[in-house]
């Protein structure tokens, strides 16, 4: 299995998480929130770990994983799950985004992403994380505000305009940034939803 590293990583750099003790605790004194963004894929799985700390957002770490071609898949799917476990343990997020498969790919594709998909919801359940999913052009929408955004103008809006510049180079794990930034920004509205306060109307008597 090869991990490609990312600009920035704050607990290990340029290998695996497997094995590496995390510190939740940390996490949870340092973050109001934090959530670890899911791009998924059987041989090449983006992740990344967006938080919010007093109204500002960060990137904490973020990588691609590839996994040997030569494995059988279900090999590859509990290295993927391991890898995404590990991350779990490492920094401890609130919740788990994952781009939710576009059908109208090449089916083989779409297969092999809705199974790796399936393997990391099951490891988010186990840790006892909610699991949402989005669209690519719900989060297209949501980093860059137009829904036929490329690739590189997703890198750059989470550059310039989300102030995100740790952001990693390999297209998976800027994905992976890209939806758990979507999430971040979708449950600050929801949260902001919930707390509002109900306008009271006043009856007037005739």
């Known amino acids: ?13 340029g290998r695996s998480l497997l094995g590496v003790d995390g510190n939740p605790r940390l996490r949870e004194q340092m973050f109001d ?4 963004g899911v791009d998924p894929g059987v041989a090449n799985v983006g992740l990344a770990v967006v938080a919010r700390a007093d109204r500002k957002i960060s990137l904490v770490w973020a990588s691609t994983v590839r996994t ?15 890898e995404v476990g590990a991350a779990i343990g490492s920094y401890a997020p609130d919740a788990v985004a994952i781009e939710r498969l576009a059908w109208n790919r090449n089916q ?53 305009i989300h102030g995100l510049r740790d952001c ?27 707390t509002r306060i109900p306008i009271r109307t006043r009856s007037v008597s005739r």
């Not at 299995?1 to 750099?13: F, G, K, N, Q």
């Not at 919801?121 to 949501?142: F, Q, S, T, W």
């Open 68 to 82: 040997p071609s030569d494995l059988a898949g279900p090999s590859r799917l509990r290295r993927l799950a391991d």
């Open 108 to 160: 083989v594709s779409a297969l092999q992403v809705a199974r790796a998909t399936g393997a990391v919801m099951v490891v988010a359940d186990r840790a006892g994380l909610a699991v949402e999913e989005y669209g690519p052009n719900e989060v297209k929408i949501a980093i860059t505000g137009a829904g036929n955004a490329d690739k590189h103008q997703v890198r750059d809006a989470l550059v310039r």
């Open 1 to 13: 299995m090869t991990v490609l590293p990312s600009r920035r990583i704050r607990l290990v750099a």
């Open 168 to 194: 990693p180079v390999q297209a998976d794990a800027v994905d992976a940034v890209a939806i758990a930034l979507t999430h971040l920004m979708g449950s600050r509205m929801r949260a902001a939803a919930r």
């Open 33 to 36: 929130s934090c959530v670890l």
